[in-house]
């Protein structure tokens, strides 16, 4: 199988260098795009696509949502290589930071079908949000990135947001109308660095789990934190999982993040899934 190698040279803080390095001593003349932006991809794999079998996301989250979103549909098969601050679908999708084994996966050529989801007109894989979280990636991006400042950015982000208002449009979800910490959209089970926010989420069963989250006391944060870091957290006072195919609501907040990723989407929001849409490598 012929592979690409899309490589975003902003993730892994521009550290790209010894990844090609390596590409050039397993593989003779490897085809690959150090990117520089988005239409850079975009030429690049009309360019090669009736030439390439397998595309390969090197990034994180955001870079792979954005090769993911070009082959939706097609026999074409998205593989990934790790480069982000979270690596989520990475971590969902049992891809790690060895070039051989990749190759070896490619060599394979084993794949399989998975879902993959749109917020209004937005592409997402992952876990996508709004609330505290989609303020938290805001405020993330203004940073260095890494874990530390990660966590740093989001307990100075919660003592001051103030939750969001959602009002759903069908008459069995107006139950769920009120006040929240936060909304997500997970079609994986974890935003990434292994914090489960739906431990239960599949992401090939043609649905997603909406996870609703209450503003906690402070009392509850570390229980909180506990139950995301060991796959535990459960429907409670404070967080309720909804598994839907298709869903419409407002907000009165336009800060999201799609697969961590900070954009600005306007209400109302149109929730639908694209059942077994992507081919990934396995």
């Known amino acids: 199988m012929k592979s690409a190698f899309i490589i975003n040279p902003f993730s892994a803080k521009k550290n790209y260098q010894p990844f090609v390095d390596e590409l050039h001593k397993k593989v003779d003349n490897p085809l690959y795009l150090v990117s520089q932006s988005l239409e850079d991809t975009d030429e690049f794999i009309r360019r090669v696509w009736n030439d390439v079998d397998v595309f390969v996301a090197v990034g994180g989250d955001g870079t792979i949502s954005v090769v993911a979103q070009k082959l939706i549909n097609t026999n074409k098969i998205l593989a990934v290589f790790p480069a982000g601050s979270g690596n989520g679908f990475s971590n969902e999708t049992n891809f790690n930071k060895n070039i051989s084994r990749l190759l070896e996966k490619i060599e ?3 794949s399989k079908e998975i879902d993959t989801f749109m917020v209004n007109e937005h592409f997402s894989i992952n876990v996508s949000g709004t609330g505290f979280d989609g303020k938290v990636v805001k405020e993330f991006e203004k940073t260095s990135r890494g874990f530390k400042n990660y966590i740093k ?3 100075q982000t919660f003592f001051k947001y103030k939750p969001i208002k959602i009002k759903f449009l069908e008459e069995n979800y107006k139950q769920y109308n009120g006040k929240y910490l936060m909304l997500n959209i997970a079609n994986t089970r974890q935003f990434g660095n292994n914090a489960y926010i739906a431990p239960m989420a599949s992401k090939s ?10 503003k906690f006391p402070l009392t509850y944060s570390p229980f909180f934190a506990f139950r995301m870091f060991t796959k535990r957290l459960k429907d409670d006072d404070y967080v309720t999982y909804l598994p839907v195919s298709e869903i419409e609501f407002k907000v009165n907040t336009k800060t999201w993040h799609i697969d961590g ?3 600005k989407i306007k209400s109302p929001i149109h929730i639908k899934v694209l ?3 992507l081919r990934i490598l396995v």
């Open 275 to 277: 059942p077994k849409s």
């Open 261 to 263: 990723e900070f954009k």
């Open 108 to 110: 394979a050529k084993k």
């Open 153 to 155: 950015v989001s307990i």
């Open 205 to 214: 069963d043609g649905l997603v789990d909406l996870v609703l989250v209450k």
